[in-house]
Each structure stands twice: as C-alpha cells, then as structure tokens.
Nanobody, 121 residues
Framework: QVQLVESGGGSVQAGGSLRLSCAAS??????MGWFRQAPGKEREGVAA???????TYVNSVKGRFTISQDNAKKMLYLQMNSLKPEDTAMYYC?????????????????WGQGTQVTVSS
C-alpha cells in the first residue's frame, strides 16, 4: 500500500523560502505531484514530475517553485522561493495512476495528509 507523508511546511514572510518533502512508503514509478488547497478554494495542482524528470507547473508558480525527486530515497520535494501570501494553503503530495506528467487531480490515486504553508505579508 502506498503511503505518503509530507513535511517541511511552516510560516514565513513574503519573499521567503520553504522546502517541502514527501516520503513514500514504496518506490513509485508513476507521475508524482504537489497540490494545494486554500480555505474556501478548490484544490489546485501546483507541480508534477514523471519518472524521467519531466516537469510541469501551474503558471502562478513558474520560476519560483521547483519540483524534484530522489527515487533511491523514495522522496519528492518542492522548493518554494519568493513566496507570496497567495501561496498560503495546505500542500499535499500525491502519486498518480499513470506515467503521464499532469497536475490533473483526477489522475492521482494516493494522497498524503498535507502540510500547512502560511505566508505573511
């Protein structure tokens, strides 16, 4: 059974950085991604990466966030720089059912519990 555990969230001021980590219980060949959900808003796909390192990002984080993975350690990361108050949300790690890199939440079957990111102005 796939289990995902996120860590690294916290509170920072605008312009600051955070690095989120996601530990998987098993090696995952399929696409993995980061999602976020702010209070009163729909879940949003932030970034995704396939097993070949191909990545995709939502426009609002391009140039600021970087998704990466360490397959040997079964880890997924999200480096977040130049954080803005609008980045405040619960961030979730997820594993998809296929190899195709996508931030469509419907493609994902396994989810972590989330880690809170709060950015103050």
């Amino acid at each position: 059974q796939v289990q995902l555990v996120e860590s690294g969230g916290g509170s920072v001021q605008a312009g600051g950085s955070l690095r989120l980590s996601c530990a998987a219980s098993v090696y995952i060949e399929n696409c993995m991604g980061w999602f976020r959900q702010a209070p009163g808003k729909e879940r949003e796909g932030v970034a995704a990466i396939d097993n070949y390192g191909t990545t995709t990002y939502v426009n609002s984080v391009k140039g600021r966030f970087t998704i990466s993975q360490d397959n040997a350690k079964k880890m997924l990361y999200l480096q977040m720089n130049s954080l803005k108050p609008e980045d405040t949300a619960m961030y979730y790690c997820a594993a998809a059912l296929s190899f195709v890199v996508t931030t469509d939440a419907l493609a994902y079957a396994y989810w972590g519990q989330g880690t809170q990111v709060t950015v103050s102005s």
